[in-house]
């Protein structure tokens, strides 16, 4: 499947104000762990209010024992820095990586902005090497972009 055909139905899921924000957030991941191959664990973290780190709010996948992530360690620290998209296409070449499982070879985070703050992210974590491309990142701008606007 194409990621763009999966757009409409991000837009579906977080335009349902029935469902709690962090419902639609969690169907959000489940979505996209299912309808990508090599989406293995997918989460949202965001600034835990004042402090220099981050919470999970939202996932699909194997439970994880880094609900909180201090700024500046592992990828998603680093991006809730510098505030830029990092793929890492090998884990094991970073040596400020967290290791959430040894299945996972790849992973991507694209940080999260809101009226140009950067307020959290999307982590994604692949069992396959190298999996993220391109389009994988402007995809995922595009979900972040949309998750946004349940914060303005």
Same mark, same amino acid.
């Given at each position: 499947?194409?990621? %763009? ?22 169907? *959000?991941? &489940?979505?996209?762990?299912?309808? *990508? ?5 997918? @989460? ?29 360690? @592992? ?8 505030? %830029? ?7 094991? %070449? ?11 070879? %790849?992973?991507?985070?694209? $940080? ?14 692949s069992h396959?090497p190298n $999996? ?13 972009? &949309? ?6």
């Amino acid at each position: 499947m194409k990621l %763009a055909e999966l757009e409409p139905k991000v837009y579906s899921i977080l335009k349902n104000k029935l469902l709690e924000i962090e419902e639609r957030l969690t169907m *959000v991941c &489940e979505l996209l762990q299912n309808e *990508v191959t090599y989406y293995d664990w997918v @989460g949202f973290y965001f600034k835990n209010g004042d402090k220099p780190e981050l919470k999970l709010k939202a996932f699909a996948g194997e439970p994880t024992d880094h609900t909180i992530i201090p700024f500046g360690k @592992g990828i998603c620290g680093q991006v809730a820095v510098s505030n %830029a998209n990092f793929v890492v296409p090998d884990v094991k %070449a970073q040596n400020n990586y967290i290791a959430c499982s040894i299945y996972v070879k %790849a992973e991507i985070v694209i $940080p999260l902005f809101v009226n140009g703050e950067n307020i959290g992210q999307i982590d994604i974590d692949s069992h396959t090497p190298n $999996p993220f491309t391109k389009e994988d990142e402007r995809f995922l701008e595009f979900v972040n972009n &949309e998750v946004g606007k349940l914060f303005e």
